[in-house]
Protein backbone atom coordinates (compact mmCIF):
# COMPACT_ATOMS: atom_id res chain seq x y z
CA UNK A 1 0.00 0.00 0.00
CA UNK A 2 0.94 3.45 -1.12
CA UNK A 3 2.18 5.60 2.45
CA UNK A 4 -0.55 7.83 3.25
CA UNK A 5 0.21 11.98 3.16
CA UNK A 6 -0.61 13.55 6.37
CA UNK A 7 -0.67 17.37 6.87
CA UNK A 8 -0.48 18.26 10.25
CA UNK A 9 -0.65 21.77 11.85
CA UNK A 10 1.29 23.15 14.82
CA UNK A 11 4.43 20.73 14.81
CA UNK A 12 6.73 22.93 16.57
CA UNK A 13 5.95 20.91 20.12
CA UNK A 14 3.38 19.18 22.17
CA UNK A 15 0.96 16.65 20.01
CA UNK A 16 2.01 18.03 16.73
CA UNK A 17 5.49 17.36 17.18
CA UNK A 18 4.95 13.77 18.41
CA UNK A 19 2.77 12.61 15.76
CA UNK A 20 5.57 13.33 12.92
CA UNK A 21 7.60 10.92 14.71
CA UNK A 22 4.94 8.60 14.73
CA UNK A 23 4.05 8.90 10.80
CA UNK A 24 7.01 8.85 9.73
CA UNK A 25 8.03 5.48 11.64
CA UNK A 26 5.01 3.99 10.46
CA UNK A 27 6.37 4.60 6.65
CA UNK A 28 4.12 7.56 5.69
CA UNK A 29 5.05 10.72 4.40
CA UNK A 30 4.23 13.92 6.72
CA UNK A 31 3.43 17.49 5.87
CA UNK A 32 4.96 19.46 9.34
CA UNK A 33 3.57 22.69 9.71
CA UNK A 34 4.34 25.55 12.18
CA UNK A 35 4.26 29.69 11.89
CA UNK A 36 7.68 28.95 10.82
CA UNK A 37 8.72 25.84 10.15
CA UNK A 38 12.80 27.04 9.67
CA UNK A 39 12.60 25.62 13.22
CA UNK A 40 11.17 22.24 13.25
CA UNK A 41 13.46 19.14 12.58
CA UNK A 42 12.22 15.69 12.94
CA UNK A 43 14.99 12.44 13.27
CA UNK A 44 13.29 10.04 10.86
CA UNK A 45 12.74 13.25 8.35
CA UNK A 46 14.54 13.36 4.58
CA UNK A 47 13.35 15.15 1.62
CA UNK A 48 11.21 11.88 0.25
CA UNK A 49 9.07 11.35 2.92
CA UNK A 50 8.35 14.80 4.52
CA UNK A 51 8.10 18.65 3.72
CA UNK A 52 8.13 21.33 6.15
CA UNK A 53 6.20 24.58 5.72
CA UNK A 54 5.33 27.48 6.88
CA UNK A 55 1.39 28.13 7.79
CA UNK A 56 -0.60 30.61 9.65
CA UNK A 57 -4.01 29.36 10.23
CA UNK A 58 -4.90 32.95 10.73
CA UNK A 59 -4.01 33.89 7.14
CA UNK A 60 -5.65 31.94 3.95
CA UNK A 61 -2.95 32.64 1.75
CA UNK A 62 -0.71 30.70 3.70
CA UNK A 63 -3.16 28.01 4.36
CA UNK A 64 -3.90 27.70 0.54
CA UNK A 65 0.20 27.57 0.12
CA UNK A 66 0.84 25.11 2.40
CA UNK A 67 -1.74 22.69 0.58
CA UNK A 68 -0.89 23.65 -2.61
CA UNK A 69 3.04 22.89 -1.65
CA UNK A 70 1.84 19.56 -0.21
CA UNK A 71 -0.20 18.59 -3.12
CA UNK A 72 2.61 19.69 -5.48
CA UNK A 73 5.46 17.27 -4.00
CA UNK A 74 2.77 13.94 -3.00
CA UNK A 75 0.42 14.55 -5.51
CA UNK A 76 -2.51 13.75 -2.50
CA UNK A 77 -3.50 14.88 1.51
CA UNK A 78 -5.01 11.93 3.07
CA UNK A 79 -5.02 13.03 6.81
CA UNK A 80 -5.57 16.44 7.68
CA UNK A 81 -4.55 16.84 11.63
CA UNK A 82 -6.04 20.27 13.19
CA UNK A 83 -4.17 20.67 16.43
CA UNK A 84 -2.97 23.86 16.10
CA UNK A 85 -4.14 26.25 19.05
CA UNK A 86 -2.91 27.38 22.44
CA UNK A 87 -4.68 27.90 26.04
CA UNK A 88 -5.96 30.89 27.48
CA UNK A 89 -6.48 30.94 31.19
CA UNK A 90 -8.47 33.27 34.03
CA UNK A 91 -11.62 33.87 35.11
CA UNK A 92 -13.54 35.77 32.48
CA UNK A 93 -13.98 38.95 33.71
CA UNK A 94 -10.27 38.90 33.88
CA UNK A 95 -9.99 38.35 29.96
CA UNK A 96 -9.03 41.63 28.04
CA UNK A 97 -11.67 41.42 24.51
CA UNK A 98 -8.46 41.77 22.57
CA UNK A 99 -7.34 37.75 24.24
CA UNK A 100 -11.10 36.54 23.75
CA UNK A 101 -11.15 37.42 20.17
CA UNK A 102 -7.32 35.74 19.30
CA UNK A 103 -8.35 32.51 20.81
CA UNK A 104 -11.33 31.97 18.59
CA UNK A 105 -8.92 33.42 15.65
CA UNK A 106 -6.62 30.52 16.54
CA UNK A 107 -8.60 27.44 17.71
CA UNK A 108 -11.72 28.09 15.97
CA UNK A 109 -11.80 30.13 12.80
CA UNK A 110 -8.37 28.92 11.77
CA UNK A 111 -9.09 25.46 12.35
CA UNK A 112 -12.64 25.93 10.03
CA UNK A 113 -10.40 27.78 7.30
CA UNK A 114 -7.46 24.76 7.33
CA UNK A 115 -11.25 22.25 7.21
CA UNK A 116 -12.56 23.94 4.43
CA UNK A 117 -9.12 23.69 2.19
CA UNK A 118 -8.61 20.21 3.27
CA UNK A 119 -12.24 19.51 2.07
CA UNK A 120 -11.94 21.21 -0.97
CA UNK A 121 -8.37 19.19 -1.41
CA UNK A 122 -9.59 15.75 -0.88
CA UNK A 123 -12.65 16.51 -3.40
CA UNK A 124 -11.22 18.21 -6.28
CA UNK A 125 -8.17 15.28 -6.07
CA UNK A 126 -10.81 12.28 -5.11
CA UNK A 127 -8.96 10.80 -2.60
CA UNK A 128 -11.19 11.23 0.47
CA UNK A 129 -9.63 11.56 3.64
CA UNK A 130 -9.89 11.81 7.17
CA UNK A 131 -9.78 15.28 8.97
CA UNK A 132 -8.79 15.22 12.55
CA UNK A 133 -10.07 18.14 15.00
CA UNK A 134 -7.65 18.25 17.99
CA UNK A 135 -10.40 19.57 20.56
CA UNK A 136 -10.49 18.96 24.35
CA UNK A 137 -12.28 17.33 26.86
CA UNK A 138 -12.85 20.78 27.45
CA UNK A 139 -14.80 20.56 24.13
CA UNK A 140 -17.46 18.67 26.06
CA UNK A 141 -17.43 19.71 29.74
CA UNK A 142 -16.86 23.49 31.08
CA UNK A 143 -13.78 24.23 33.14
CA UNK A 144 -13.49 26.96 35.41
CA UNK A 145 -11.06 29.25 34.46
CA UNK A 146 -10.81 28.30 30.33
CA UNK A 147 -14.28 29.94 29.40
CA UNK A 148 -13.14 31.12 26.03
CA UNK A 149 -10.86 27.81 25.53
CA UNK A 150 -13.95 26.02 26.20
CA UNK A 151 -16.07 28.10 24.11
CA UNK A 152 -13.59 27.58 21.13
CA UNK A 153 -13.27 24.24 21.19
CA UNK A 154 -17.39 23.60 21.63
CA UNK A 155 -17.66 26.01 18.77
CA UNK A 156 -15.44 23.25 16.93
CA UNK A 157 -17.63 20.25 17.97
CA UNK A 158 -21.01 21.74 16.86
CA UNK A 159 -19.22 22.58 13.50
CA UNK A 160 -17.67 19.66 12.77
CA UNK A 161 -20.75 17.52 13.84
CA UNK A 162 -22.96 19.36 11.56
CA UNK A 163 -20.78 18.75 8.44
CA UNK A 164 -20.06 15.55 9.06
CA UNK A 165 -23.50 15.05 7.80
CA UNK A 166 -23.32 17.21 5.06
CA UNK A 167 -20.76 16.04 2.95
CA UNK A 168 -21.99 12.72 0.33
CA UNK A 169 -20.76 9.15 1.00
CA UNK A 170 -19.03 9.03 -2.32
CA UNK A 171 -16.46 11.77 -1.27
CA UNK A 172 -15.18 9.54 1.56
CA UNK A 173 -14.61 12.37 3.97
CA UNK A 174 -14.54 11.36 7.57
CA UNK A 175 -14.23 13.35 10.07
CA UNK A 176 -13.27 12.81 14.35
CA UNK A 177 -13.19 15.24 17.01
CA UNK A 178 -9.96 14.23 18.95
CA UNK A 179 -10.89 14.98 22.51
CA UNK A 180 -7.78 14.64 25.06
CA UNK A 181 -7.49 15.45 28.55
CA UNK A 182 -4.29 16.60 30.75
CA UNK A 183 -0.83 15.78 28.64
CA UNK A 184 2.62 16.47 29.43
CA UNK A 185 3.04 18.73 26.79
CA UNK A 186 3.81 23.07 26.57
CA UNK A 187 0.08 23.71 26.78
CA UNK A 188 -0.17 24.34 30.15
CA UNK A 189 3.49 25.62 30.44
CA UNK A 190 5.32 27.85 28.50
CA UNK A 191 2.43 27.86 25.40
CA UNK A 192 -0.09 29.36 27.70
CA UNK A 193 -1.62 32.72 27.87
CA UNK A 194 -3.39 34.25 31.02
CA UNK A 195 -5.91 37.15 31.60
CA UNK A 196 -4.09 40.41 31.02
CA UNK A 197 -6.58 42.34 33.59
CA UNK A 198 -7.18 40.86 36.44
CA UNK A 199 -10.28 41.35 38.14
CA UNK A 200 -10.46 41.51 42.31
CA UNK A 201 -13.11 39.95 42.93
CA UNK A 202 -11.63 36.93 41.90
CA UNK A 203 -9.63 36.75 44.84
CA UNK A 204 -10.60 33.02 45.48
CA UNK A 205 -8.78 32.24 42.16
CA UNK A 206 -4.96 32.07 41.23
CA UNK A 207 -4.60 31.08 37.53
CA UNK A 208 -0.84 31.02 37.20
CA UNK A 209 -0.12 29.08 40.65
CA UNK A 210 -2.38 26.37 39.40
CA UNK A 211 -1.16 26.07 36.09
CA UNK A 212 2.15 25.96 37.45
CA UNK A 213 1.34 22.99 39.74
CA UNK A 214 0.02 21.17 37.16
CA UNK A 215 2.56 21.77 34.10
CA UNK A 216 4.26 18.70 34.25
CA UNK A 217 2.47 16.38 36.59
CA UNK A 218 -0.74 15.40 34.27
CA UNK A 219 -1.48 11.65 33.67
CA UNK A 220 -1.06 11.88 29.87
CA UNK A 221 1.99 10.69 27.52
CA UNK A 222 2.50 13.19 24.52
CA UNK A 223 4.04 10.27 22.28
CA UNK A 224 0.94 7.55 23.48
CA UNK A 225 -1.35 9.78 22.34
CA UNK A 226 0.35 10.73 18.84
CA UNK A 227 -0.16 7.00 18.74
CA UNK A 228 -3.95 7.21 19.50
CA UNK A 229 -4.09 10.22 16.95
CA UNK A 230 -2.42 7.66 14.22
CA UNK A 231 -4.64 4.70 15.05
CA UNK A 232 -7.72 6.47 14.70
CA UNK A 233 -6.07 8.12 11.18
CA UNK A 234 -5.69 4.89 9.81
CA UNK A 235 -9.28 3.46 10.77
CA UNK A 236 -11.49 2.16 7.96
CA UNK A 237 -14.54 3.41 9.78
CA UNK A 238 -13.27 6.32 12.10
CA UNK A 239 -15.58 7.80 14.94
CA UNK A 240 -17.26 11.31 15.50
CA UNK A 241 -15.20 11.62 19.02
CA UNK A 242 -12.90 10.08 20.68
CA UNK A 243 -12.12 10.72 24.65
CA UNK A 244 -7.94 10.48 24.90
CA UNK A 245 -6.77 10.16 28.29
CA UNK A 246 -7.83 8.65 31.80
CA UNK A 247 -8.60 11.62 33.32
CA UNK A 248 -10.84 12.58 30.48
CA UNK A 249 -12.59 9.37 30.18
CA UNK A 250 -13.62 9.67 33.96
CA UNK A 251 -14.89 13.33 33.31
CA UNK A 252 -16.76 12.22 30.16
CA UNK A 253 -19.02 9.40 31.81
CA UNK A 254 -19.50 11.60 34.77
CA UNK A 255 -20.77 14.42 32.70
CA UNK A 256 -23.01 12.00 30.54
CA UNK A 257 -24.81 10.45 34.06
CA UNK A 258 -25.49 13.99 34.55
CA UNK A 259 -26.40 15.21 31.43
CA UNK A 260 -28.99 12.15 31.18
CA UNK A 261 -30.48 12.54 34.56
CA UNK A 262 -31.08 16.02 33.79
CA UNK A 263 -32.64 15.29 30.88
CA UNK A 264 -34.78 12.85 32.32
CA UNK A 265 -35.60 14.66 35.35
CA UNK A 266 -37.04 17.78 33.05
CA UNK A 267 -39.06 15.37 30.67
CA UNK A 268 -42.58 16.55 31.21
CA UNK A 269 -41.36 20.30 30.97
CA UNK A 270 -39.78 19.62 27.76
CA UNK A 271 -42.44 17.83 26.37
CA UNK A 272 -45.23 20.34 27.63
CA UNK A 273 -45.11 22.54 24.04
CA UNK A 274 -46.18 20.91 21.39
CA UNK A 275 -49.71 22.26 19.48
CA UNK A 276 -52.45 20.93 20.05
CA UNK A 277 -53.27 17.17 18.42
CA UNK A 278 -49.78 18.03 16.67
CA UNK A 279 -48.29 14.63 15.01
CA UNK A 280 -44.05 14.28 14.47
CA UNK A 281 -43.68 13.65 11.19
CA UNK A 282 -43.21 9.61 10.43
Not at 118 to 140: C, D, F, P, W, Y
Amino acid sequence: MAPRVFLITGTSTGFGSSLVDVVLSKGDHVVATARNSSKLSFKDANDSNSLLVDLDVTKQDSIDKAFDEAVKKFKRVDVVVNNAGYGLSGEFESLADDQLRKQMEINFFGLINVTRKAMETMRNLKTGGVIQQVTSIGGQVGVPTFSIYCASKWAVEGFTEAISKEVKPEWNIKFTCIEPGGFRTDWAGRSMEFGSKKNDAYDHINVKEAMGKRNGTQAGDPLKAAKAFYELAVMKDPPLRCIVGTDAYSAINQKLETYKENVKRFEELSNSTDVEGYKAPQ
